[in-house]
């Protein structure tokens, strides 16, 4: 069974940083592209990253670039999100996905707010 | 960027009849490879989204019969064929033709 577990969320200060972690596990993490989608309270939701197999691809929506950086240790299975330079409009149920967003975890919850 | 937009924005809707959502994008979802990235998303009331729909008329494993997908180009469609109770929440549709993947602004179905 595929799973995913975001970890890592929390309230954070303007001008913060805070990384997310998403434990995969259930099928060969290293075969499969992998995500980050977000969504804000009570809002719609919002594609932020996506990593290639190897690492080797990064993409980014245009309001976290250069803030957020997306990684993967594929030896641990795990996904990350770097995220710096944090906003309150990146405050957001942040969701681990896996290639065309097929499998979802449950979400982290990110709090910016001073 | 592309911008996908939905219409209707709410449905309410009457237990066992159909219901439609509208898609579109901005420019045509058609990739170099030939796919039509454009897939349909589900999300109940506290729970995360999950995949309905891919590639515009696939579905998911264990997604009921009643769902459908179909369009192509800049247009499509999710149909209902006969809605019930645990269809409720808030309905997506999403391109993954083009970086960066882009949202429709989500379709609230609801129980007359």
């Known amino acids: 069974e595929v799973q995913l577990v975001e970890s890592g969320g929390g309230l954070v200060q303007p001008g913060g940083s805070l990384r997310l972690s998403c434990a995969a596990s259930g099928f060969t993490f290293s075969s499969h592209w992998m995500s980050w989608v977000r969504q804000a309270p009570g809002k719609g939701l919002e594609w932020v990253a996506t990593i290639k197999q190897d690492g080797s691809e990064e993409h980014y929506v245009g309001s976290v670039k250069g803030r957020f950086i997306i990684s993967r240790d594929n030896a641990k299975n795990s996904l990350y999100l770097q995220m710096n330079s944090l906003r309150v409009e990146d405050m957001a149920v942040y969701y681990c996905?896996?290639?065309?967003?097929?499998?979802w975890g449950q979400g982290t919850l990110v709090t910016v707010s001073s | 960027d592309v911008v996908m937009t939905q219409s209707p924005l709410s449905l309410p809707v009457t237990l066992g009849q159909p219901a439609s959502i509208s898609c579109r994008s901005s420019?045509?979802?058609?990739?170099?490879?030939?796919?039509?990235?454009l897939n349909w998303f589900q999300q109940r009331p506290g729970q995360s989204p999950r995949r309905l729909i891919y590639k515009v008329a696939n579905r998911d494993s264990g997604v009921p019969d009643r769902f459908s997908g179909s369009g192509s180009g800049t247009d499509f469609t999710l149909k209902i064929s006969r809605v019930e109770a645990e269809d409720v929440g808030v309905f997506y549709c999403v391109q993954g033709t083009y970086w960066p993947f882009t949202f429709g602004p989500g379709t609230k179905v609801d129980i007359k």
């Open positions: 420019q045509s979802l058609v990739h170099s490879d030939g796919n039509t990235y």
């Open positions: 996905t896996r290639d065309q967003l097929n499998y």
